[in-house]
């Protein structure tokens, strides 16, 4: 299937299976499967096993990676080795869900990485960006349904972008807009009322992509 790619060393047909899976993944839906995604497809028992079968995918020239500077939560630039257009896929973190309803004064965790095509969403490998999946309705009027996932980039909102915030001390997705001085957070579906800040406003990202659900 793959006759024209030449590796650096024999894939096993454990490896061969997985790349297979990954790049009939990327063509059927733009997107690269999660580690979990992956973890899950094979029956590993954890997501360190699909982990190292893309490291040793990586190592005999399958695929290659370059990693983005930056903190902890650092997003890694994968290519597949012979590809014609070598587009860029990013593995972005995935940190739990987000309500895009009421606020939520949960905490988000680290839930796995969801892999993207950067070309297509507009995602720069150069900035920090995670993931959060939505739960609610409020924001139906910009096409952002429950069960999807946005992909969010660290940096200061302009008005009206869409954005993950902390309000009052819960968590929420809504877009920003600022009248006069004074900025507050507007829903998408006309059945759920704005939120305005009574003591905090603290955006945690700004919405750069999104990922329609399964």
């Given at each position: ?48 096993a699909a982990v190292a079968h893309l490291r040793a995918l990586e190592k ?147 919405m750069v992509g999104l990922i329609r659900g399964r």
């Amino acid at each position: 299937m793959f006759s024209n790619t030449v590796f650096k060393m024999k894939l096993t047909v454990r490896q061969q299976q997985v790349l297979d899976f990954i790049r009939s993944e990327h063509r059927q839906t733009g997107i690269m499967p999660s580690t979990r995604e992956i973890q899950h497809h094979f029956g590993f028992s954890s997501q360190t096993a699909a982990v190292a079968h893309l490291r040793a995918l990586e190592k005999k020239g399958a695929i290659s990676r370059r990693q983005q500077d930056g903190g902890r939560r650092k997003a890694r630039c994968l290519y597949f080795a012979g590809s014609e257009d070598r587009q860029p896929l990013l593995d972005v973190p995935v940190y739990g869900s987000i309500p895009a309803g009421y606020g939520d004064d949960t905490t988000p965790v680290a839930d796995g990485t969801l892999t993207v095509d950067a070309r297509s969403l507009g995602v720069s490998d150069k900035v920090k960006t995670y993931a959060l999946k939505v739960r609610g309705e409020s924001m139906i009027g910009a096409h952002i349904l429950s069960g999807d996932h946005v992909i969010l980039e660290y940096r200061e909102p302009r008005n009206h972008d869409i954005v993950a915030a902390l309000i009052d001390g819960e968590t929420t997705l809504k877009r920003y807009v600022v009248n006069g001085n004074r900025p507050y957070l507007k829903a998408e579906n006309p059945n759920f009322p704005d939120l305005i800040p009574a003591q905090e406003l603290v955006i945690q990202g700004v919405m750069v992509g999104l990922i329609r659900g399964r």
